[in-house]
T-cell receptor, first 115, second 115 residues
């Protein structure tokens, strides 16, 4: 039983396409996140949702649109993919105390390659 | 400007010896510092954390030290084991409501423990 699961794990697509990455957590957490690990290996936050409400929205192109249908799911949709979007995208979740202390539970990551 | 830096890309240690991983930060507005461990093809997993009001936290073989005046933290692993071989990420959580769950990560240090 994977606590935070992401699909797909690998995604190869052409520039200009639209793609989605799905994330689900079965930990009962109320906060979920998307982080991006770029080519320099830095993990950077993109979005955070608490009980389906957007609470963190970093400087991310508006081609990236998160959607949280319920507090167990946070999906990431990317329009008009560009070469620079190639990265590993990590979904994470936390309970309220974990969000206060920084203890997050990460999924395995989704490697996106844009050709 | 990267606010959390791990200046050593890699570290190699003999089994049974001490591993010391270092991390520097530039922002004083962090209230928690954390270490995450990452195996290949997996997401980061939380290892240990320390509040900014403390200078040491110990959990089994893992100890984190915080030197606020130097804006430096370190992770000590004693004794090191081959299973500790992984990428270690230092992370810092911003204080304040808008930083709820927002972590700033270093670029990681690859630890290799040789039998």
């Amino acid at each position: 039983d994977t606590a935070v699961s992401q699909t797909p794990k690998y995604l190869v697509t052409q520039m200009g396409n639209d793609k989605s990455i799905k994330c689900e957590q079965n930990l009962g957490h109320d906060t979920m996140y998307w982080y991006k690990q770029d080519s320099k290996k830095f993990l950077k936050i993109m979005f955070s949702y608490n009980n389906k409400e957007l609470i963190i929205n970093e400087t991310v192109p508006n081609r990236f649109s998160p959607k949280s249908p319920d507090k167990a799911h946070l999906n990431l949709h990317i329009n008009s993919l560009e070469l620079g979007d190639s990265a590993v995208y990590f979904c994470a979740s936390s309970h309220r105390r974990g969000a206060n202390t920084g203890e997050l539970f990460f999924g395995e990551g989704s490697r996106l390659t844009v050709l | 400007d990267q606010q959390v830096k791990q200046n050593s890309p890699s570290l190699s240690v003999q089994e049974g010896r001490i591993s010391i991983l270092n991390c520097d930060y530039t922002n004083s507005m962090f209230d928690y510092f954390l270490w995450y461990k990452k195996y290949p093809a997996e997401g980061p997993t939380f290892l240990i954390s320390i509040s900014s009001i403390k200078d040491k936290n110990e959990d089994g073989r893992f100890t984190v030290f915080l030197n606020k005046s130097a804006k430096h933290l370190s992770l000590h692993i004693v004794p090191s084991q081959p299973g500790d071989s992984a990428v270690y990420f230092c992370a810092a959580k911003g204080a304040g409501g808008t930083s709820y769950g927002k972590l700033t990560f270093g670029q990681g240090t690859i630890l290799t423990v040789h039998p």
